[in-house]
């Protein structure tokens, strides 16, 4: 039996819509696999220094195809300045004390909400937008501020550093004032 012109149209139209489905699949894929080797790139976010060494914490943002990395989106490490200036991971105990941070997905797409150990009771979002990217929280009297930088002030007990307090500065969004709290460690 011979198909009749509108069950050839039909099939045809099935062929067609299949080619454009396994299209987009294969797209998909590409860019799923130029994501995957895609090498990543760092954009700074912030810093944390401290008063016992000219030594720096340092956040970046990780990105990957232009977009934050959803496994890791923030990396944190040691700039040595007190000596060579090279990079290094914290420790354990650093995560666990002092600079390690939780990192969950903020409200909107591309943004990010994170909490830092030493500053535990605030929660800074992160935002790209475009080639910038925007830290921002309560700073003092300031409800909506960027974070600029963080001090620590710490003191020496024997071999153990003990952080005292985390000084904050930003600047607010809507006035351009600065914007400075004192956080006490315990709080």
Not at 26 to 52: C, D, K
Request: proline share 4%.
């Amino acid at each position: 039996m011979v198909p009749s012109q509108q069950e050839r149209g039909g099939a045809q139209s099935m062929k067609i819509a299949a080619c454009i489905l396994a299209l987009t699949a294969l797209a998909r894929g590409q860019e799923a696999a130029r994501a995957a080797i895609a090498p990543a790139t760092f954009v700074p976010l912030f810093t944390i220094s401290w008063n016992l060494t000219a030594n720096v914490v340092h956040y970046d943002a990780k990105l990957v195809v232009g977009k934050f990395d959803p496994k890791e989106p923030v990396v944190v490490y040691w700039v040595m300045n007190q000596t060579d200036g090279h990079r290094e991971p914290l420790t354990f105990i650093e995560r666990l004390k002092g600079y390690g941070f939780k990192i969950k997905p903020g409200g909107e797409p591309d943004t990010w909400d994170i909490v830092i150990v030493s500053v535990k009771k605030k929660t800074f979002h992160i935002a790209h937008k475009g080639e910038d990217f925007e830290i921002t929280g309560s700073i003092g009297r300031c409800s909506l501020a960027r974070l600029d930088s963080a001090r620590v002030q710490a003191h020496k007990w024997h071999m153990l550093k003990i952080a005292d307090y985390v000084d904050l500065t930003g600047t607010d969004v809507q006035t351009g004032a600065d914007c400075r709290e004192r956080v006490q460690q315990g709080e």
